[in-house]
């Protein structure tokens, strides 16, 4: 029973990060326009039927241990891929302005894209 509700939480999670990045990534101009309009209440009304029907049909076509495992996979991933864009930019762009200063740079920066348990 926990194992259900630990992986509904998550997918409700992922559903609500997945549809702020869409919708940020469509205003910022990486996806179409279409992608960013929002209803009178300001939620992005279309990314989020389009993220939360493709969720349910993957929930209806694959087996929940499937799942869970693209869950614990993809997450971690996400996590790496952003660390590693971040240091990324900061070479690329080292005179950028920016609003958020890391401690003990540059080794914490290094130290977040480290899988964990190694």
């Known amino acids: 029973m926990f194992a ?13 990060g997945i549809t702020r990045a869409w919708f940020s990534m469509s205003r910022d101009g990486l996806l179409p326009g279409w992608f960013s309009k ?5 939620i992005p009304q279309r990314v989020t039927w389009i993220a939360g029907v493709a969720s ?4 209806g076509v ?9 869950t614990n996979i993809g997450i971690p991933a996400a996590i790496v891929v952003v660390c590693l864009a971040v240091i990324i930019f900061r070479y690329k762009k080292p005179d950028a ?15 977040a894209c480290w899988p964990p348990g190694s």
């Open 4 to 16: 259900v509700l630990s992986i509904l939480i998550v997918m409700l999670t992922f559903l609500l």
């Open 38 to 42: 929002t209803d009178r209440h300001g």
């Open 56 to 59: 349910a049909f993957l929930a």
């Open 62 to 70: 694959f087996p929940i241990k499937a799942i869970a495992d693209l």
């Open 97 to 111: 302005h920016r609003t958020f200063r890391l401690p003990f740079m540059p080794w914490s920066r290094h130290s």
